[in-house]
């Protein structure tokens, strides 16, 4: 149970994907201008990135070598379409705002990165582990970054359809925050703070170098 | 005169007013991950465009070809596509090693891991599934304006990845933070570097 736990922290910690891993930026960036699109980008990834984790790790012994990057790509495609059509029957106008990145979520990084390193060598009960706390490591720092440029680019945060915060009349909200550039801004300031904080906890230095796990797994 | 100058606009649209790196996020992975010295970045983004073109090929006969008339296009898009750019890229890696080793040793280390940038999965699918484009211009494309419309991306991609690189390798010696050093100040130069892309947004009403 300890070594469950462990697996499960490192994910949302020291093994951050966002933060220090570096995988699985883009669909970061783009759809968190608002919390919601954010918060169910979040949990689409989770449930893919669990449901793959126990697929990958119950097979692994079958799917020879050489055939498990495609494998792996339909496992996780067929789990993409499941959310795709639930939200585009249940959730539409979320499914309109997250357009193109729904589809988008099979070629992640974060989940074949995940399966190949992870999933593909390590029994079931630490898959779960690894795919929840990998999951919502993601979850945690784009809903962050979604709730700081909403509320301080838009003056305040709506969520499905109910003000929740608004900030007082005087504020007027830079726009930027909302643009383009304003993701890489403060994504850039929430990564250099959680390299400080990692540095400070752990007592290494954590080595943050943007790469894609997956460029040697398909060597 | 009236169709060159749409293939214009859907060619400039796509590389610069709509750029896939700087403005939509597409694509990341590489953006940082290869753009630590220029010579990479060049064999990159050579090796994009190349894909790219042919991933938009591959799909748009597959959709139309196939799936539509099949009738199971709405569901079965999203592991058809991202197997036949898989199959693509497999093949075009055999075919490059056989028939032009000197081109395979500059592009081919950059094959496989093209098959997962989702740049790629998202161009095809915007140019050939109606239902996704955002760029003010109607939906459903011919295979001409596809086409056009791929170039027009990867060449925005290439621009965008080797500006990025030369300024990282001016960024290498430059005093930064100990905090901000690596990753943290690349997103920030990213983020200076697209604030010159959102001054083009609107440009031609695209």
New interface residues.
């Given amino acids: 149970m300890r070594e469950w736990i462990a697996v499960f922290k490192r994910g949302i910690s020291i093994d951050n994907p966002l933060t220090v891993l570096m995988i699985g930026l883009c669909a970061t960036l783009a759809v968190s201008t608002k919390l919601e699109g954010a918060l169910f980008m979040g949990l689409a990834v989770i449930f893919v990135l669990g449901m793959s984790s126990i697929i990958v790790s119950s097979i692994r012994s079958l799917v020879p070598e050489q055939v498990r990057i495609p494998v792996f790509i339909v496992i996780i495609a067929s789990f993409v379409t499941v959310v795709d059509l639930t939200m585009k029957a249940f959730l539409p106008d979320i499914y309109t705002f997250l357009g193109v990145w729904i589809p988008l979520i099979v070629v992640n990084c974060m989940i074949l990165g995940r399966a190949e390193a992870f999933s593909y060598h390590q029994p079931v009960r630490l898959a779960i582990a690894d795919g929840l706390g990998m999951g919502l490591g993601f979850s945690i720092v784009i809903v962050v970054l979604a709730a700081i440029r909403e509320l301080f680019g838009s003056g305040e945060i709506v969520f499905l359809g109910a003000r929740l915060i608004a900030l007082p009349e005087w504020y007027r909200p830079p726009g930027v925050l909302l643009l383009f550039p304003g993701a890489f801004l403060v994504f850039g300031f929430i990564s250099a703070l959680a390299k400080w904080y990692n540095t400070r906890t752990s007592g290494r230095v954590v080595q943050t170098d943007a790469h894609c796990t997956i460029e040697e797994g398909v060597r | 005169m009236e169709t060159l100058q749409h293939f214009a606009l859907l060619l400039v649209g796509g590389a610069l007013v709509n750029n896939i790196l ?9 953006f ?2 290869v753009s630590n010295s220029l010579d990479t970045s060049l064999g990159m983004a050579g090796a994009v465009v190349f894909v790219m073109t042919l991933a938009t090929t591959a799909t748009w006969v597959f959709w139309n070809v196939l799936l539509v008339p099949l009738g199971v296009g ?6 058809a ?3 036949v750019i ?1 199959a693509l890229v497999q093949f075009v890696e055999m075919y490059l090693r056989k028939a032009s080793p000197s081109l395979y040793r500059s592009l081919g ?1 950059f094959l ?2 093209i ?4 740049a790629v ?2 161009t095809a ?2 140019s050939v599934r109606p239902g ?1 484009f ?1 760029m003010g211009v109607e939906y459903g494309f011919t295979f001409g304006e596809a086409l056009i419309y791929t170039v027009g991306v990867s060449l925005g991609f290439g621009i965008a990845l080797l500006t990025f690189a030369a300024l990282r390798e001016r960024l290498e010696v430059a005093p930064v933070p100990d ?2 050093r ?7 130069t ?3 570097l ?2 010159g ?2 001054g083009l947004a609107g440009l031609f009403g695209l």
């Avoid at chain 2, 709405?74 to 592991?79: G, N, T, V």
Wanted: charged residues 10%; glycine residues 8%; proline residues 8%.
């Fill in positions: 700087l403005t939509r996020f597409i694509g990341l992975c590489p940082f991950g709405d569901f079965l898009y999203i592991p596509f991202i197997l898989a280390i496989p891991l098959t997962t940038n989702c999965l998202a699918t915007e996704f955002k905090v901000m690596g990753t943290p100040m690349a997103f920030i990213a983020g200076l697209s604030f892309y959102v």
